[in-house]
């Protein structure tokens, strides 16, 4: 994959030095938009290129992102005050070394099969509870294949505890996910009511109109 980068000048975030969260965002298509986007980048972009130019997400403020963090049609990049601070932050969270610069490009379900592979190779060493104390750390006499052990069996406990706790945030999510959608339909079930409701009142506002017209004609033969 081609490397990507911020086309706003002096800054150089990458598709390779990004921390987590960084997203790259094209240009608008809509012609309004555009020059929205001319007007503010002006003197802060050294190359406009409708069609390959992308900006990263630290030029756009938060109420551009949507729950997902997608870009809004309408979003226009507002942030350039901090783009040093931005690229020291970046560089400083970039890998130093080459496993980090391989474990950056693994996801995080490749991270966990990983672990849970190597767990499973794993054998338990010989006499590990003589090793192992009651607030679950090692004795100072502990071998490390015991220490190793343990560590990694904490990790996988954690690991194992924080999918339970992504998968229930991801259902209580889809819930209010849900109840908002429900609210959103009763909300407009009841706006149509209204619009109902307004439309038989003004009906009856013309039948009522119609009636003394014709009690005003009856009152005059009357009195004649």
């Known amino acids: 994959m081609a490397n990507m980068r911020c086309a706003i000048t002096n800054c150089k975030m990458t598709s390779y030095n990004k921390p987590p969260g960084v997203t790259f965002h094209p240009c608008p298509t809509s ?21 390959r130019t992308k900006i990263c997400s630290r030029h756009f403020e938060n109420k551009y992102f ?44 490749e991270l966990i ?25 090692c004795r100072s006499d502990a071998p ?4 190793m052990w343990l ?16 998968s229930q945030h991801k259902k209580h999510v889809e819930v209010l996910q849900k109840k908002m959608n429900e609210t959103r339909s009763s909300k407009k079930e009841m706006e149509q009511n209204v619009e109902s409701l307004k439309y038989i009142v003004k009906c009856l506002q013309e039948k009522h109109t119609t009636l003394e017209e014709q009690i005003e004609i009856l009152t005059a033969v009357e009195s004649r």
């Open 31 to 51: 012609q309004e938009m555009r020059n929205k986007w001319l007007l503010l980048l002006k003197n802060k972009c050294t190359l406009l290129d409708w069609n």
């Open 66 to 109: 949507d729950s997902q963090r997608r870009l809004s049609q309408y979003a226009v990049p507002t942030l350039f005050q901090q783009t040093v601070k931005i690229m020291k932050d970046a560089s400083d969270s970039s890998p130093k070394t080459r496993i980090d610069k391989l474990l950056s490009r693994q996801s995080q379900a």
């Open 113 to 137: 099969m990983g672990v849970k592979g190597a767990m499973s190779q794993l054998e338990e060493p010989e006499n590990v509870n003589a090793y192992v104390m009651d607030n679950l750390k």
């Open 144 to 147: 490390q294949d015991v220490q």
């Open 151 to 166: 560590l990694a069996k904490k990790q996988d406990h954690l690991i194992t505890k924080l999918i339970d706790q992504i």
